[in-house]
C-alpha cells in the first residue's frame, strides 16, 4: 500500500516568508508526528497528533510554528516568517496505534531552505 | 534523561567486508523499545527493526543482525558481506513510554560507504 507522503520536496523560502509542509500518512494511522532534522543530525520531535487531537507540541521551537490535522488525516505543519535557522529537513511519521511500541513509518520529507 | 549514543560518525569499508554499527542507549525506564532506521541518500527513514527490553534475543534478517546487551545498554547492528546499495545513514532510536505521542530519540547517525 501507499506509505507517507509529503508535498512539496523541496522549498526555498526568503526569510521573513510563510510555508506550508503537508503530510499524508498511511490511511487509517491513528498517530502523526513530525519531527525536524537539521544537517548531519538525528531527527528531533516537534509535534504529535492522535487523529485530530494535537497531544503533544512541547518540541515547536517557537510560536511561529504551528500544525494542524483537522480531520484526522492530512496535517499540515506551518512556519510564519521564516528565519534561515529554520532550514531544515521537516519529516513526518504515522503509526497504527499509540504509545511507544508502535513502530513509526517516516515521509521522504520536505527540505526546507531559507535564504 | 534518555540519550541514544551513536559515537561513530563515519564508518567505509569496501564490498563483502562485514561492518558493525554501534548503539548505546540511556533511559531510566524498564520497559522500552528500540529501533533501526535506514536513511538512503532520497531521505526518506526505513524502518529496519523494532525490540522492546524485555526480548535480548539477538535476531538475524538475511545479512543483518542485531545483538542487543541489556547489561551494557547496547544495540548493535552488524551487516554481513556488506554491498554498495547498503551505504546510507543509519539511526538508532529509543522509545522509552508506552503511552500516547511517545516520540523517538535518535542518536546523530552513522555514515556507511560501501565502496566496490
Known amino acids: 500500500g501507499a506509505g507517507v507522503s509529503q508535498s512539496p520536496r523541496y522549498k526555498v523560502a526568503k526569510r521573513g516568508q510563510d510555508v506550508a509542509l503537508r503530510c499524508d500518512p498511511i490511511?487509517?494511522?491513528?498517530?502523526l508526528f513530525w519531527y525536524q532534522q537539521a544537517l548531519g543530525q538525528g531527527p528531533e520531535f516537534l509535534t504529535y497528533?492522535?487523529?485530530?487531537?494535537?497531544?503533544?507540541k512541547s518540541g515547536l521551537p517557537s510560536d511561529r510554528f504551528f500544525a494542524e490535522r483537522p480531520e484526522g488525516s492530512v496535517s499540515t505543519l506551518k512556519i510564519q516568517r521564516t528565519q534561515q535557522e529554520d532550514s531544515a529537513v521537516y519529516l513526518c511519521?504515522?503509526?497504527?496505534?499509540?504509545?511507544?511500541?508502535?513502530?513509526?513509518?517516516f515521509g521522504p520529507g520536505t527540505r526546507l531552505l531559507v535564504l | 534523561a534518555q540519550k541514544v549514543t551513536q559515537a561513530q560518525t563515519e564508518i567505509s569499508v569496501v564490498e563483502k567486508e562485514d561492518v558493525t554499527l554501534d548503539c548505546v542507549y540511556e533511559?531510566?525506564?524498564?520497559?522500552?523499545?528500540l529501533f533501526w532506521y535506514k536513511q538512503p541518500p532520497s531521505g526518506e527513514l526505513v524502518f529496519l527493526i523494532r525490540?522492546?527490553?524485555?526480548?535480548?534475543q539477538n535476531e538475524i534478517s538475511g545479512r543483518y543482525s542485531w545483538n542487543f546487551q541489556k547489561s551494557t545498554s547496547s544495540f548493535n547492528f552488524t551487516i554481513t558481506a556488506s554491498q554498495v546499495v547498503d551505504s546510507a545513514v543509519y539511526f538508532c532510536?529509543?522509545?522509552?513510554?508506552?503511552?500516547?505521542?511517545?516520540?523517538?530519540?535518535f542518536g546523530k547517525g552513522t555514515t556507511l560507504s560501501v565502496s566496490s
Open positions: 511519521a504515522s503509526s497504527t496505534g499509540i504509545g511507544g511500541k508502535e513502530t513509526q513509518y
Open positions: 490511511s487509517g494511522h491513528v498517530s
Open positions: 525490540r522492546n527490553s524485555f526480548d535480548e
Open positions: 532510536a529509543l522509545s522509552d513510554l508506552n503511552q500516547a505521542g511517545t516520540a523517538l530519540i
Open positions: 533511559t531510566r525506564d524498564t520497559t522500552y523499545y
Open positions: 497528533f492522535q487523529n485530530e487531537a494535537q497531544l503533544d
